[in-house]
Structure formats: C-alpha cells, structure tokens
C-alpha cells in the first residue's frame, strides 16, 4: 500500500503564493503519473495538473500560467502564484501505478478576497 501525505496549504490573500507538496511512502519515480486535484464544497474534485514519468505536464486551463507541478527527491509540488478566491479548495495528491490511484488526505488552501 502507497501512503501519499500532503503538506503546505493554508491561508492566503488574493495575489499571494503558496507551495504544496506531496510526500509518498515509497520513490515518486515509479509512479506513471502523479497529479494535483482539488474539490470545493459542492464541487466534483477535478485536476489541476499533472506530471508524468518523462516529465511531460498537463494543466487545468484555469491555472495555466500561475501553477506550477514538478518534482525532486523530496516528493511532487505545486507552485502556485497569483492565487485567487476561486482557488480555494482542497488539494489533493494522486498517483498512479499500473492499474491502481492512491489518494493523499488533501490540504486545505483558502484565498481570501
């Protein structure tokens, strides 16, 4: 069993800047793909980016230009700059491995206006 576990959420104001990151209980590089999620309240929780094997990335069309997903030996991250109201949710760390999703616990990231 993988344990994803996420850290670097909080409070922020519009504009600011926060750093997510996702820790696993095994290496990040056996992972076909790793991604960020987030769901509001109401919400289906949808992806905000993506990262896989070879380093390709894919963004939500609504962060593109101010989020930023990568990874290093310490696990995957989010960058995300320019923060808006409209970012808050819970973020969630996914990954996945042949036929099987692992799902971290999610951070909360609140952007006040």
């Known amino acids: 069993q993988v344990h994803l576990v996420e850290s670097g959420g909080g409070l922020v104001q519009t504009g600011g800047s926060l750093r997510l990151s996702c820790a696993a209980s095994?290496?990040?590089?056996?992972?076909?793909?790793m991604g960020w999620y987030r769901q509001a309240p109401g919400n289906q929780r949808d992806v905000v980016a993506q990262i896989a094997t070879n380093g390709d990335t894919i963004y939500a069309d609504s962060v593109k230009g101010r989020f930023t997903i990568y990874r290093d030996g310490a696990g995957m991250h989010l960058q995300m700059n320019s923060l808006k109201p409209e970012d808050t949710a819970t973020y969630y760390c996914?990954?996945?491995?042949?036929?099987?999703?692992?799902w971290g616990p999610g951070t909360q990231v609140t952007v006040s206006s």
């Open positions: 996914n990954a996945q491995r042949g036929p099987d999703s692992f």
């Open positions: 095994t290496s990040i590089f056996g992972f076909r793909v």
